[in-house]
Every structure is written in structure tokens, then in C-alpha cells.
């Protein structure tokens, strides 16, 4: 919840009011520097601000939330004191016109409130649950040994293209006629399609299973088509330029595939404990509209057939997942 001094100088007037809103709410969960204690309060506070005390609990507490590393802590101590001098100043403000007497600002401090009690309440369940085992760790890694063991780097040359209304050239005709990039570069020029070429490195956590599969059958060379048939949509031609042997160790691996597990078992034991609560509480819907029971089905709709590579549309957009970002970390 820490802010510097110059993010609070730069938010716009609209902001102002969530801004006053979230500083009341840290102010009153957290207890901002109330004098109780007499002398211990005193001998842990760092500075006064109108008579309020700021202490040393409160810039550990938010050292610790920030992850802040050992040699970087005593610098980051003073920004993070200014920090909470500037957000004093704004929640005393705040109190002198009176905003946490305001239905708005208390309905949103209640909410914060109950969220935050929730969240604690997971957290408390989640505690215990176990780290997993080497056995777990070593079977994860063998079951995943295209983005471990086997990992590869996909370098690839990427022409993303729209085929204009009244083209009467479907993606599957281009597809068959074109073989490779510097073909299909002299055919989008000879019907002067807009078209830009970049180069691309995949890692193999990076691309969706099917597309995986689909580079991993693809030499050095090869083109594939994505995208949808038809006028007034954007396709792309991905060409394989380079394929790399990147491997990661078991050693590297070990602590990623630990978290990503220990990330699931949390996950699992979370979806439990409130399935739990669900089954004992009693709950009913005093507006029978919102009532799940009473919902109304909805028909899925219809899908068109799609060509075998469209099947991978979903490859133009990277997937943010535990996997990738742990291996971008390592």
C-alpha cells in the first residue's frame, strides 16, 4: 500500500477520492500511529506527524510486503517513511472534512474490511499445505520434458497480413500456392496487401500444446498459416527461421516446478475449503433471479468449420503462465 510522494502529486482529481478512500481504510485496519503504550510506543516511533506516530512495525511490515532484498533495505526504508508521512498527511485531511463519514467511503471501507478478513481467512487454511515431494517434482518434470528437458527456442520470421473485402483469395488458396515467406512477400506485394514482418523467439513454455506440437514438427524453413478464412480478417504467416537447444537442468528446474506445485496444491485446497463452506451455510436468494438454480441455459452457438491451422488462432497471443514467468526468472 505504499506510495511515494510524487505518484500522490500526479493523480488526476477523479483518482483523488479512491486515493483518500484506500488511505482512510489503511489508516483505520491498520491503526496509524495512535499513541498507546506510552514509553514502548515511543522508543519504536520514527517520526510525529501532528502529533501521530509513525514506527518501525510499520516500515518493517511494509519492507516485508514489498520482498525488499537485505542490501537494499536501508534506502528503501527512508523512501518507504516518506511514503507513509505522505499517506498520514492525506488520511488526517481526510478525517478533517469528515470523508469516513460519508455512506460511500464507509460502505467501501466495510467491503475492504470483509475482504480482507476473507483473504485471511484462506491464507490460514493454506499454511499447511505441503511443500511437494521430490517424487511429485521429478514426475511433473518427466510428464513436461518439451519445456524442461527437451525445451527449445522457436526463432521465427512472423508476416501478419488482412485480406481486404472482395479478395477472392481464401487463406487455404494462399496456403497451397505459397511456400515459404519470400513467396508470400512477393504475392502480398503483387496485390498490394499492407503486410509487416517480424522476427519472433518463442520458448516452448510460452506457446500454447497445440501449436507446440505443431512447431515441433516443423523444420527450419517451413510456413505455417493462423488466423480466420474470409474477407476483412487478419492472418499471419509464421516461417521457422531457427531452432535452438535450450534445455533446463533438473537443478534449475527444481525450484520452479516446486512452486508451480506448491501454487496448484494451494489452489486445489482453497477451491475445497469453499466448496466446503458452501455445502454448510445456508444461503438463499431472497431475489429468485439470482438464484444459480434458475439461470437460464445457454445454447452454445453454432461454429463454423475451421481450417486445420486455425485451429491455433489462439498462438498469436503469448500465454502468461507460472511456467513462463519462472523460467523468465531463471
Known amino acids: 500500500m505504499h506510495s511515494n510522494s ?21 489508516g483505520l485496519v491498520a491503526g496509524c500511529g495512535k499513541k498507546q503504550g506510552g514509553d514502548e510506543k515511543s522508543s519504536q516511533s520514527l517520526v510525529s506527524v501532528d502529533g501521530e506516530e509513525i514506527t518501525v ?14 542490501a537494499q533495505q536501508e534506502a528503501a526504508s527512508r523512501q518507504i517513511l516518506q511514503g507513509l508521512v505522505d499517506r498520514q498527511i492525506l488520511l488526517q485531511a481526510a478525517h478533517k472534512e469528515k470523508l469516513d463519514r460519508k455512506p460511500q467511503v464507509m460502505q467501501a471501507i466495510e467491503n475492504s474490511k470483509m475482504q480482507i478478513l476473507a483473504q485471511a481467512y484462506l ?28 525445451r527449445k527456442v522457436y526463432v521465427t520470421d512472423e508476416a501478419v497480413f488482412a485480406l481486404e473485402a472482395g479478395s477472392t483469395e481464401s487463406l487455404q488458396e494462399i496456403a ?9 512477400e512477393g504475392w502480398l506485394k503483387s496485390h498490394q496487401v499492407k503486410y509487416a514482418v517480424k522476427r519472433v523467439a518463442h520458448a516452448a513454455e510460452t506457446l500454447p500444446p497445440q501449436l507446440l ?6 523444420a527450419v524453413g ?29 537443478k534449475d528446474s527444481k525450484p520452479l516446478i516446486e512452486r508451480i506445485l506448491t501454487e496448484e496444491k494451494r489452489k486445489q485446497t482453497a477451491e475445497a475449503e469453499l466448496k466446503r463452506l458452501r455445502e454448510t451455510a445456508k444461503i438463499r436468494y431472497i431475489d429468485k433471479k439470482f438464484d444459480p438454480a434458475n439461470a437460464p441455459k445457454v445454447e452454445k452457438p453454432v461454429e463454423a ?11 498469436k497471443k503469448k500465454m502468461e503462465s507460472s511456467v513462463s514467468k519462472g523460467l523468465n526468472g531463471l
Do not use: C, W
Open 305 to 315: 468449420a475451421k481450417p486445420a491451422d486455425n485451429a491455433q488462432e489462439e498462438a
Open 213 to 218: 506440437a505443431q512447431f515441433g514438427k516443423m
Open 123 to 150: 491464507q490460514e487454511r493454506l499454511a499447511s499445505v505441503a511443500k511437494p515431494t521430490s517424487a511429485e517434482i521429478e514426475e511433473y518434470r518427466a510428464q513436461h520434458q518439451d519445456i524442461f528437458a527437451n
Open 176 to 184: 497451397k500456392s505459397e511456400k515459404t515467406l519470400k513467396d508470400l
Open 6 to 26: 510524487h505518484d500522490l502529486l500526479k493523480t488526476s482529481k477523479p483518482n483523488l477520492a479512491k486515493l483518500v478512500l484506500m488511505i482512510a481504510l489503511v
Open 57 to 70: 512495525y510499520q516500515v518493517n511490515n511494509e519492507l516485508q510486503r514489498a520482498n525488499i532484498q537485505p
Open 222 to 250: 517451413q510456413m505455417v498459416f493462423i488466423g480466420a478464412n474470409g474477407p476483412n480478417t487478419q492472418a499471419m504467416a509464421v516461417s521457422m527461421a531457427e531452432i535452438k537447444e535450450m534445455p533446463i537442468s533438473e
